[in-house]
């Protein structure tokens, strides 16, 4: 039966009517004959509550149930604006007053406690990129980011010659990362890579059950955008026990992606189910609708970010393996971090003072709890830095996620060019694979003056400084 066929019989477009296409090819592999899967079908749709139990169909209408639930706006929603806006801090100095502005509307929201906005700070979709908020109970999907769990992971390797292996051997490297890596939408492999991650319970929900193929030819992939894998020197001044390492310099690896299509699609039903269930949102705030975690959509989604913070994990986790392999290296140390999702977490209340839970929303900002170590780049010609948090509790435990961006990516394209930015990375001694010319070095803040801003929140532990980099291709051509 093809959509449109099922669309007629009163089916709705979107996740429900993808689920009753895989329903139907479950059941028509078992052996059931066209007109009976129309008669079963249309019987689930005129009254799916009948149907529950129905072996071949009872998700389906399970589903339509909980569809049309959700159709259903609270009774009697109202927006009542709270009396005082819940309290947050600012670090960073001349932030774009958009992303400021957006920090306070989160923090009117009905259910916000407390928030932070890091120096990296620009506009987002709700809450600003580089934007910490804790909430009342509540889950805001949009506040975790489209790119749930987004995240770093830096891997030291051991390999024959160490850093100089960057001068020694290039080529080797390159190859390494065109061989174990794709980038882009869409991207995947043919044959896909094995992770316990795929022995999850991928059926937490009707979205990620559905993606699970999807996620599995995905697995040790990375985004387009500013998803990279690259090679660069860590230079380490004074041991570090808690890194493992002692003083001296590394060749690493380091990369930054998230749960890909998946996490997409997670990301895009669960907002739009938010924003339903809260009609009442004045404009400004409706990107901020939240989730219940006493409700079953609530638990719903904060089972999916979860699976999909595994994911993410798993997908570095593929991806460092593997170029560890083709190189023969051992790994020598790692550090990692997500830096879009919720977690619960303690802290202390800004009214009673006293220790409570809360759920601790970082949209493009790194956990940075005392002693928690974590990775904060710059760009593909400027250093990143491994850090150790100082558990500063006006951030929420947070720091920022990376240098932040200055322009937008349409006004990048029309303000930079391939000749002048290849003569910058030649000064700096950066071979570039790919990438689109929205993601060159111009486009970010300075990463030292953002690194200053948040002095109190983290300390240096090392120094990467990128050499080689791959980036998904932005179309336009690198001029020769």
Not at 254 to 273: I, P
Request: proline share 5%; charged share 25%; hydrophobic share 40%.
């Amino acid at each position: 039966m093809k959509p449109r066929e099922l669309e007629n019989l009163g089916v709705p477009h979107g996740e429900v009517l993808k689920l009753a296409v895989g329903l139907i090819a479950q059941a028509a592999r078992g052996g059931m004959a066209k007109q009976e899967l129309r008669e079963r079908v249309a019987a689930v749709v005129g009254d799916p509550g009948a149907h529950m139990e129905d072996a071949a169909f009872g998700e389906l209408a399970r589903a339509m149930i909980e569809r049309r639930e959700r159709a259903e706006p609270p009774p009697e929603a109202a927006y009542v604006a709270r009396g005082e806006a819940a309290p947050w801090r600012q670090w960073g100095v001349d932030l774009e007053p958009e992303s400021v502005g957006q920090m306070v509307n989160a923090c009117n929201l009905p259910v916000a406690v407390a928030g932070a906005l890091m120096p990296d700070a620009h506009v987002g979709y709700g809450l600003p990129i580089g934007g910490v908020l804790a909430t009342e109970n509540a889950v805001i999907p949009y506040a975790v980011g489209v790119d749930i769990a987004c995240r770093m992971k830096m891997t030291v390797l051991d390999v024959p010659g160490g850093a100089h292996a960057i001068k020694a051997e290039p080529d080797r490297l390159i190859n390494a990362l065109n061989r174990e890596t794709r980038f882009g939408v869409g991207a995947n492999f043919k044959k896909p890579h094995e992770h316990e991650v795929m022995e999850e319970d991928w059926g937490v929900t009707t979205i990620t059950k559905l993606n699970k193929d999807k996620a599995w030819s995905q697995l040790g992939t990375s985004g387009s955008g500013n998803h990279f894998v690259e090679f660069g020197t860590l230079t380490v001044d004074e041991d570090a026990p808690d890194l493992g390492l002692k003083a001296g310099v590394y060749l690493a690896v380091l990369s930054h992606s998230g749960s890909r299509g998946t996490g997409a699609a997670v990301a895009g039903y669960y907002s739009k189910l938010a924003m339903s269930l809260h009609p009442e949102l004045p404009k400004e705030l409706k990107h901020l609708a939240w989730l219940d975690l006493e409700t079953e959509e609530g638990r719903q989604y904060w089972a999916a970010m979860n699976l999909m913070g595994k994911y993410a994990s798993a997908n570095h986790a593929v991806i460092h393996r593997m170029i560890a392999r083709n190189l023969r290296a051992d790994v020598i140390a790692t550090v990692e971090n997500h830096h879009n999702f919720a977690w619960k977490e303690l802290h202390a209340d800004p009214v009673t003072g006293k220790q409570r839970e809360m759920i601790v929303h970082r949209k493009g900002a790194t956990p940075a709890g005392r002693g928690v170590l974590g990775v904060i780049p710059g760009s593909m010609a400027s250093p990143g830095y491994v850090v150790r948090g100082k558990g500063s509790a006006e951030s929420l435990n947070s720091a920022s996620h990376g240098a932040g961006r200055v322009m937008s990516r349409t006004k990048a394209k029309t303000t930079f060019t391939w000749s002048a930015v290849k003569k910058l990375l030649a000064e700096r001694d950066v071979h570039l694979i790919s990438a689109g010319i929205d993601e060159v070095p111009g486009v970010y803040k300075d990463i030292d003056q953002v690194m200053s801003q948040q002095r109190d929140l983290v300390d240096v532990v090392a120094r990467f400084d990128p050499k080689i980099v791959k980036m998904a291709e932005g179309g336009e051509r690198a001029e020769d």
